[in-house]
């Protein structure tokens, strides 16, 4: 219920002061729509607000700290945007932040090797090649052939999702990836019109991973305890295993090798919307 008539206005200065932002920042709020003063004089172009305006600048505040950008909180504030697709997008942007805090605790801490968590992986595209390395150093010299092909190739590169190998023949169920094990190099990449051959689609989909930091060489015994996991939970694994590179060679030659960190993931829910 609105009080406009009997409520005490307040001008654009003690606006300001008690709401702890510029004229600027409260300028920009109305121009994107998302706050009008309560009257604004015609002969003097004055604006004056009232505490309802107040209220609504401390709800602006409040979405701006959790990082969302000006028109995403004008169009939440206003109901113009799906209540489905806004959940849907802030969980996976949770889900980054989570996997990120996770990674650089643990490289951090030094602690916290091989946990284990339910996870949902973002749907992506990838500029694919298939590897047979030989031992774990040719590994990574291939990767990073492959990675420098597809610059060359002029894909653009997609920044925000980690590059990762996926083993399509390998059953971790049965069998462990070791230095030898076939794989598919993926470089995550912004689709565009006319994709080729070499671009691959990996769906949305719920994922049982471990996390892991040190050498490469660790990974398979990695893979091992995710195995154990999905045995103990009768899970069915839905799709082939992954390796995502969260830090890797490729991400910045004063990484050491003891500081890389990657993730093993093993799709279990199939295809989600």
Known sequence: ??????????????????????????????????????RVDGATGYRYYDAQNVASIGQYKRMQD???????ITDIYYGRK????????????LSKLQR??????????????????????????????????????????????????????????????PLMSV????????????????QTYCIPVIPGPGQDENVRYFPRTKAVSILGFGTFYAFTDLCGVLAGKIRDEGL?????????????PYAGTHYRREDFCYECVIPIGGDTA
């Open 1 to 38: 219920m609105l009080f406009t008539n009997k409520n005490k206005l307040f001008s654009i200065h003690e606006v300001c002061r008690v709401c702890g932002i510029s004229r600027t920042t409260l300028i920009r709020m109305e121009e994107s729509g998302f706050l009008k003063p309560c």
């Open 66 to 72: 959790i990082g969302l950008s000006r028109k995403e």
């Open 82 to 93: 799906d209540s489905e697709e806004f959940i849907r997008e802030q969980r996976e942007r």
């Open 100 to 161: 990120f805090l996770d990674e650089y605790e643990m490289r951090h801490d030094r602690s916290g090797n091989g946990k284990i968590s339910f996870t949902t992986l973002p749907e992506v595209y990838c500029y694919c090649e298939h590897l047979s390395p030989s031992s774990i150093e040719e590994n990574a010299v291939l990767c990073y052939l492959a990675y420098s092909r597809c610059i060359e190739k002029g894909y653009r590169i997609l920044g925000d999702e």
């Open 167 to 182: 083993f399509d023949s390998c059953d971790i169920l049965s069998s462990l990836p070791g230095p030898g094990t076939e």
């Open 236 to 248: 069915k694994p839905s799709g082939p295993l992954r390796v995502i590179a969260l830090v890797a």
